[in-house]
C-alpha cells in the first residue's frame, strides 16, 4: 500500500512564528487531506488538497501531486495551533485514506 | 446544528468480550466513517457507511463490524475483544462521505483489561 512519511515528527515554536509542514507519499493519489488534532483529541478536517494550493485564514496547503508531496504552512503561529497535524491520502475510486504518523506541534506563549 | 456524537465516551471491557460503540451524526450528513487510533498504529480507516450501506472498508480483522440505521447513526462492533483493540475510535460525519469536508466526534476511549 501507498507509504506515508511526515516531518518533522516534532516542531516546538513560539507563538507568531511560521512553520512549514511536510507529507510525502510513495505512489500516485487522488485525494489527500490535512487534519489537525488538538491536544484534547479533537480531530478537524483542514483541507482536502489533492492538487493545487488553498488557503483558510493562517493555515495554508500546497500539493504537488507529480512530486508526490504536499506542504501545510502555519504563519504568526498561536498557541491554539498546538497538536499533531496528520496528512491522509488516498488512491483509485474508493476512500480507503493512509495516514502519516503526524507532525507534534507545541506553540508556546 | 449539533455537532457528532458518540457514546460512551469511556469504556473498559475484558479480553474475549464484545462491545458497542454509537456514533450520531450532524443532521442531514449521509455518510459516517469509522477510525482507531493507537500509539503503535496511528490513525487507521475502520469502514464507511453511506445511507446505510457499507461503502468502504479498510484493512481490519471480520471482528469489527458496523451498520448504519435510516436515521444516519451508526454502530461498530467488536467481538472478542483482544488487549491491542485498546483505542480511541473516533467516527466522523459527512454530507457527501468520501474525502469530503468530515466532521469528527469526540471519540470513544476503549480500554481492553
Known amino acids: 500500500g501507498i507509504q506515508v512519511e511526515q516531518s518533522p515528527p516534532d516542531l516546538i515554536l513560539q507563538e507568531g512564528a511560521n512553520s512549514t509542514l511536510r507529507c510525502n507519499f510513495s505512489?500516485?493519489?487522488?485525494?489527500l487531506q490535512w487534519f489537525h488534532q488538538n491536544p484534547w483529541g479533537q480531530l478537524i478536517n483542514l483541507f482536502y488538497?489533492?492538487?493545487g494550493t488553498k488557503q483558510n485564514g493562517r493555515l495554508s496547503a500546497t500539493t504537488v501531486a507529480t512530486e508526490r508531496y504536499s506542504l501545510l504552512y502555519i504563519s504568526s503561529s498561536q498557541t491554539t495551533d498546538s497538536g499533531v497535524y496528520f496528512c491522509a491520502v488516498g488512491s483509485g475510486g474508493s476512500y480507503i485514506p493512509t495516514f502519516g504518523r503526524g507532525t507534534s506541534l507545541i506553540v508556546h506563549p | 446544528k449539533a455537532g457528532v456524537t458518540q457514546t460512551p465516551r469511556y469504556l473498559i471491557k475484558t479480553r474475549g468480550q464484545q462491545v458497542t460503540l454509537s456514533c450520531s451524526p450532524i443532521?442531514?450528513?449521509?455518510?459516517v466513517s469509522w477510525y482507531q487510533q493507537t500509539p503503535g498504529q496511528g490513525l487507521q480507516f475502520l469502514f464507511e457507511?453511506?445511507?446505510?450501506?457499507?461503502?468502504n472498508k479498510g484493512n481490519f480483522p471480520g471482528r469489527f463490524s458496523g451498520r448504519q440505521f435510516s436515521n444516519s447513526r451508526s454502530e461498530m462492533n467488536v467481538s472478542t475483544l483482544e488487549l491491542g483493540d485498546s483505542a480511541l475510535y473516533l467516527c466522523a460525519s459527512s454530507q457527501k462521505g468520501g474525502a469530503n469536508e468530515q466532521f469528527f466526534g469526540p471519540g470513544t476511549r476503549l480500554t481492553v483489561l
Open positions: 457507511y453511506f445511507s446505510e450501506t457499507q461503502r
Open positions: 488538497i489533492p492538487s
Open positions: 505512489d500516485s493519489v487522488n485525494n
Open positions: 443532521s442531514g450528513h449521509r455518510s
